[in-house]
């Protein structure tokens, strides 16, 4: 088996063989031949369909699992790209999670309010083969919410990586990446605990442990 014959393959948490993945893969992709339309449709979906919601829990597997995702309808960085990669996988394109630690200079105040910093240590996205190439696709933020907060939308043409940009629409500093953990065949929910526990003050500790809900 090539190496990246195994991120074809479902896991715990990406479910790509769930019934409602594979249909919502199939119904996206649908007309679409090569592979790069394909990704290309799919990513638009998550990125659009899929609102963004920072506020969600994520202390057990199935706040993450892409079918949860998908029928939630909403999610934060490591949700969707989850999802991505499970769409993407259901239709034959291997794709793998990728984490970095990032600074956002405009940090929602709620999120603010539970770290000691604006790093965040567990933005997760994705990393799809394409023409025999691994490329990275950040479907974080969808169209309603850029443009509520002036933020550049990311666009992916399937060729090149698409990250978010490092300033808004106004030229304020927006989003930096600090560090970029490597590459992941499912979700490392337990890396994912560690790095936020590293981080965040009491009170955050608490909601990640599941004490309590943002």
């Excluded at 990125?47 to 309808?73: Q, V």
């Excluded at 999670?97 to 965040?120: C, M």
């Excluded at 190439?133 to 169209?143: E, G, H, M, S």
Aim: glycine share 6%.
């Amino acid at each position: 088996m090539e190496e990246r014959e195994k991120y074809l393959n479902p896991t715990p948490m990406i479910d790509c063989g769930h019934k409602t993945v594979q249909e919502k893969a199939n119904e996206v992709a649908k007309g679409q031949k090569g592979v790069i339309e394909k990704a290309s449709r799919l990513f638009y979906f998550v990125r659009d369909e899929i609102k963004y919601n920072p506020y969600l829990p994520r202390y057990l597997p199935e706040h993450f699992r892409a079918s949860d995702t998908l029928a939630r309808r909403e999610g934060f960085c490591v949700q969707k790209a989850v999802l991505l990669v499970a769409l993407c996988r259901a239709v034959g394109i291997p794709g793998r999670l990728r984490f970095a630690i990032i600074k956002n200079h405009l940090l929602p105040g709620k999120v603010a309010e539970l770290l000691n910093t604006n790093l965040l240590p567990d933005h997760g996205y994705t990393e799809l083969y394409i023409n025999d190439q691994w490329v990275k696709a950040t479907p974080t933020f969808d169209l309603e919410t850029c443009q509520k907060n002036r933020i550049i939308p990311v666009e992916f043409d399937g060729i090149h990586d698409a990250k978010f940009h490092p300033h808004t629409q106004d030229g304020k500093f927006h989003i930096e990446y600090i560090l970029e953990r490597g590459s992941f065949e499912d979700v490392p929910l337990n890396e994912i605990r560690e790095w936020l526990l590293a981080v965040l003050k009491p009170e955050g500790k608490r909601v990640i442990l599941g004490e309590e809900s943002l």
